[in-house]
């Protein structure tokens, strides 16, 4: 368990070190990870938000960014386990619930694959609630770690 955090902060550490990098880095490396607009498609199932993948060493990496560009937040999933990055203005805001949780109804789903659901929460002042939707039986791999 440990290694794979290891290995999954090592990959945050080089994505942030390569940011800068070359505009056509293909979408398969985490180039462009905390970045407004990165190269890469933008995989949103919602028209308020962007939501942008990006894959190395087997991590997956998903950030969402407001309409306007800002970062919201980025997450690391690796072997099953998920990470919240301190990337975006909502970093610290990531929480992992079960299918049956009650999802706020002021809610937007913004990306899905066959392992989880993201779903952004607006909140009264302005932050966003992230939203981590998956089908999970074991408590020790239902929350979201932090760095």
Known sequence: MRSIYNRTLLSVALVIGCGTAAASTPSSTAVGLGQSWPNTTDVSASSQYH???????????????????TV??????VDGET????????ASRWRRVSET????????SVYSDDAMRV??????DGAASLLVV???????KCSIRGP
């Open 72 to 77: 919201r937040g980025a997450i690391a999933v």
């Open 119 to 124: 779903v952004v929460a607006p909140q009264p």
């Open 101 to 108: 949780a009650a999802i706020p109804a002021e809610s937007t």
């Open 83 to 90: 990470l919240d990055l301190p990337i975006g203005v909502d």
């Open 51 to 69: 939501v942008y993948l990006f894959d190395r060493a087997g991590v997956r990496y998903v950030q969402v960014n407001d309409a306007a560009g």
């Open 134 to 140: 998956t089908e999970c039986n074991d408590p020790t």
